[in-house]
């Protein structure tokens, strides 16, 4: 079992950037991706990691999103720049593939316009 904490987010203007980390038991052992979520849509992917630290961003975020580990805290790390009113959402990070028990929390990010 995984437990995955997800934290850093918060209250933002547009334009600002913002670094989310996700931390846990596993996590250097495993690719681990973060996901999004806002009211009414379906939970989508943002990035991922390998567990060489082979990275992949979804196409439409790539440029403003990066995503890193920093395997000596065993986390995996998100860093959002130049945050847009539409990156506003609930920000998750789980294994890829995801697996249904491992969701935590998140963290919102709020971004104002």
């Known amino acids: 079992q995984v437990q995955l904490v997800e934290s850093g987010g918060g209250l933002v203007q547009a334009g600002g950037s913002m670094r989310l980390s996700c931390a846990g038991s596993?996590?250097?052992?495993?690719?681990m991706a973060w996901y999004r979520q806002t009211p009414g849509k379906q939970r989508e992917f943002v990035a991922r990691?390998?567990?060489?630290?082979?990275?992949s961003v979804a196409n439409d975020l790539r440029g403003r999103f990066s995503i890193a580990r920093d395997y000596a805290k065993n986390t995996v790390l998100l860093q959002i720049n130049n945050l847009k009113f539409e990156d506003t959402a609930v920000y998750y990070c789980?294994?890829?593939?995801?697996?249904?028990?491992?969701w935590g929390q998140g963290t919102q990010v709020t971004v104002s316009s």
């Open positions: 789980n294994t890829v593939p995801p697996q249904s028990n491992y």
């Open positions: 596993g996590i250097n052992s495993r690719a």
């Open positions: 990691i390998s567990i060489t630290g082979v990275t």
